[in-house]
């Protein structure tokens, strides 16, 4: 009982302290991050502020003799390491708090308190950091604009195409010539922001959204904490097990960063896909079951509407919902279903088709994709993944790299077909099956189909295996990889502004191997002896009846 008792507090203090490790991290961003900002002339509008600029100018004071001899206002090579500390730090102390929460420290009473407490101070950190190491919500200002105030439409008229408007010289150049890549819903809902938020000058218009988007996190995190709520193993080990679940999406960095920084909409898109399965949730407490799958169907289909990825989770849901229903309408009632789907989309995207319902990408502003690489690997021999992949120059052959990705396509196709049919044969609560298989396909997608992929892209396949608790080794998968992602793309952005030449291939393949590798040195040490570590994650699987399986 006294080792019980040690051990305990042990946990809570370790908890504590990587929950101060987190916001230090964020507060040690402000003065590093200064330096890599994109839009200056809205760093110094930030700084302007007396009460922003007099914390800027103690945490650099605070910070200078850790850095001695180095400017905070010029990249330099200690800076960018600074940068890569900062995440690293943050990733870290992230593991090592959700861990401790699983064990033991969860069942504490102040646990959930302290876990919210540290995700709020972490985001109004990040909301108010002078820093801007993105300009996507520029672009998703000036793309409201395009409708609300020029009254052009976004998918045919390109930003370079208002060039008096105050929000373009703080848009990415690569983004001037490019429509807009979102779904019809996000367009909407810009232009209403833009026309509400008009008279406002436009730095407060991009601090607003950036809050609002900020409020959507906090949206997420409160429908996760139900979702993850009466399903749950009784006892203080239950309690343990949801609270490090929540704190897997509250304390992520990658989450944190990218949205408290970067407001990136993508965080709407997660949020709705959650929300799309709260109904299902809700059905097995007592509600009727057809309109909790309607209710999901058609919120599915609002998220697909702000960015179209969260669209493969839609035969998951469909046979979800065709297995678990009776009745002798069950097919007209899918055909209702996929008629209001299909109508939400048609009135979403009504003032701008066909344009506002056609998937577009990029093109090719990135070049790191999977695809790509495989295929200047052929053309040019294996030297391109020492030299490096970041760099990989114009295209081999635009006939060759339009079949490696016609091919891909098809591969993912069949994959998902497959993950359809192991969707269908999967036993356990809904909500399960469609998380783990939504989970599983975000992660094909991301490391294998898309032609570019930026950090934020992780939180698609983070917010469905919080879902599968920390035990759950696909959902640690996914949070390595964001925890990897978080610190290697970032210090990728600005490795050739230091340096002057790409970040080497071996560090981005780090970033690739290493994630499971680690997972799957967790397995290891985790097996029970003579036993395989797939036999006890199946073992688990088979077990768990709940959304989450008990804590280590």
């Known amino acids: 009982m006294a080792a019980e008792r040690e051990w305990g507090a042990a946990s809570l203090l370790g908890l504590i302290v990587a929950g101060v490790l987190i916001e230090v991290a964020w507060l ?99 909301l108010f950091a002078p820093a801007v190491l993105t300009t996507d919500v520029f672009s998703y200002l000036l793309y409201g604009r395009a409708v609300a105030v020029y009254g052009v439409d976004p998918y045919l008229a390109p930003p370079a195409q208002f060039l008096g408007d105050p929000f373009l010289p703080w848009i990415h150049p690569l983004w001037y010539g490019a ?25 407060q218009q991009w601090l607003l959204l950036r809050a609002l988007v900020n409020v959507s996190y906090g949206v997420l995190l409160w429908l996760a904490w139900w979702i993850l709520g009466p399903d749950q193993a009784g006892g203080e080990r239950g309690r343990a097990s949801r609270v490090a679940s929540f704190a897997l999406l509250a304390w992520n960095p990658l989450l944190q960063f990218e949205v408290g920084a970067g407001a990136h909409n993508d965080i709407l898109m997660a949020l709705l896909l959650l ?187 983070l917010v469905p295996a919080a879902l599968l608790g920390w035990r759950d080794p696909l959902a640690r998968l996914v949070v390595a990889y964001s925890v990897a992602a978080a610190m290697t793309f970032n210090v990728h952005d600005y490795w050739y502004v230091v340096f002057s030449r790409e970040m080497p291939g071996w560090l981005t393949l780090a970033y690739a191997v290493l994630p499971p590798l680690a997972t799957a040195l967790t397995l290891i040490r985790r097996a029970p002896v003579g036993q395989p570590p797939g036999q006890v994650a199946a073992a688990r699987r088979g077990a768990g009846q709940s959304l989450q399986a008990t804590p280590p």
């Open 179 to 203: 429509t807009t890549v979102y779904g019809p819903l996000w367009t909407r809902l810009s232009a209403f922001f833009a026309g509400l938020s008009a008279p406002l000058a436009p730095f």
């Open 275 to 461: 929300a799309s399965l709260a109904p299902i949730a809700a059905w097995r407490r007592g509600v009727a079951a057809d309109r909790s799958w309607l209710a999901s169907f058609l919120l599915l289909t609002a998220s697909g509407l702000v960015k179209y990825a969260t669209a493969i989770a839609a035969p998951f849901l469909v046979v979800v919902w065709v297995r678990t229903t009776r009745g002798r309408w069950r097919a007209g009632r899918l055909l209702v279903a996929a008629a209001l789907g299909g109508g939400l989309a048609l009135a979403a995207g009504a003032p701008w088709l066909p344009g506002a319902l056609l998937p577009r990408s990029a093109g090719t502003l990135y070049t790191n994709a999977p695809w790509y690489v495989v295929w200047y690997w052929v053309a040019q021999g294996p030297g391109v993944l020492v030299d490096g992949v970041s760099n990989l120059g114009p295209d081999p052959t635009d006939g060759g790299r339009s079949l490696v990705r016609l091919a891909l396509a098809l591969l993912f196709a069949v994959y998902l077909a497959w993950e359809t049919w192991r969707v269908w044969r999967a036993p356990g609560p809904p909500v399960l099956a469609i998380a783990r298989a939504t989970t599983r396909a975000f992660l094909v997608l991301i490391l294998g189909v898309l032609n570019g992929v930026q950090a934020w892209y992780w939180m698609w396949a």
């Open 28 to 126: 040690a961003f402000w003065p590093i991050g200064l330096a890599f900002t994109r839009t200056p002339d809205v760093s110094r509008m930030a700084l302007s502020s007396p009460l922003v600029g007099s914390f800027t100018s103690a945490l650099q004071g605070a910070l200078a003799p850790l850095l001695p001899g180095i400017s905070l206002t010029q990249p330099s090579p200690p800076l960018l390491a600074a940068l890569g500390l900062t995440f690293a730090i943050a990733g870290a102390a992230y593991l090592a708090g959700v861990t401790l929460l699983a064990r033991t420290a969860g069942a504490w009473r102040w646990a959930l308190p302290f876990v919210v407490a540290v995700t709020v101070a972490s985001q109004v950190t990040l």
